[in-house]
């Protein structure tokens, strides 16, 4: 009886048990990233909660840069997932805009590879190219969407749709910071929804803002996100 051939698309065992060694590595790598930073994240922490020998830890990153790198890239192939994810939602682009926002600030308490990504880029670690493109891939989805609502009238006409896109992602850049500092992250979704709440008030049209309380407004927002029964893997397969 002649043994059938591993199928490409199913790896070997030995292959994915090198994945699930390097995917509870990476795991662990980005909760202390996320709760530490890149400078003050520990390798014995990192190697004591993945539960795996220092040996199979180098056999899949040589460094705690290495780590940092692929926590990022992560966090990086996320972002586009999250933002697809909202758009499919189905809703018009400011209630799109609203609820991506107030889904970061629940991703940004919860996610610790989008939280420990964002805090090893911050910190310098993966150089100084790499720190200002979670700004720029934000502002560049607000723009879109922001442009987008004020084209089918959904802002008022004297806002500048850039200039609020701007704003949204500086909004959420320092509500992340301070919520971080002052309570551990707890609050970020209660200060994303005032400023919200303050936002839409002076930038929305009264029509769509009649509509929008009317089916609810702010108190509608669920808790969560659409990918928040993704798993948390995503590492580039081991080869």
Do not use: N
């Not at 199928?7 to 990233?33: K, V, W, Y």
């Not at 909202?86 to 991703?107: K, N, Q, S």
């Not at 500092?181 to 929804?193: M, N, P």
């Amino acid at each position: 009886m002649v043994d059938s051939p591993v199928s490409p698309s199913r790896p070997a065992p030995r292959q994915a048990r090198a994945q699930a060694t390097r995917d509870t590595i990476l795991a662990a790598a980005a909760h202390e990233f996320a709760t530490a930073g890149y400078q003050a994240a520990s390798l014995s922490k990192i190697l004591e909660r993945s539960g795996v020998t220092k040996g199979a830890l180098y056999f899949h990153f040589s460094s705690k840069e290495a780590m940092a790198d692929a926590v990022a890239a992560v966090m990086e192939r996320r972002f586009p997932e999250i933002t697809a994810a909202f758009e499919g939602l189905g809703y018009d682009p400011l209630r799109t805009a609203v609820h991506l926002a107030i889904g970061l600030a629940d991703i940004y308490e919860a996610d610790e590879y989008c939280i420990g990504g964002l805090r090893v880029i911050a910190d310098g670690a993966l150089g100084p190219d790499r720190i200002p493109w979670p700004h720029r891939y934000w502002e560049d989805v607000f723009i879109d969407l922001l442009g987008r609502a004020a084209d089918q009238g959904l802002l008022r006409p004297s806002v500048d749709s850039r200039d609020l896109a701007r704003t949204v992602v500086a909004l959420g850049h320092g509500h992340r910071v301070v919520s971080m500092a002052v309570t551990g992250s707890t609050d970020l979704r209660e200060r994303a929804v005032a400023s919200w709440a303050l936002l839409l008030g002076c930038v929305a049209d009264p029509a769509w803002s009649e509509r929008w309380e009317a089916a609810g407004g702010m108190a509608s927002l669920p808790v969560g996100h659409p990918l928040a029964g993704v798993p948390e893997s995503g590492s580039d397969p081991v080869p």
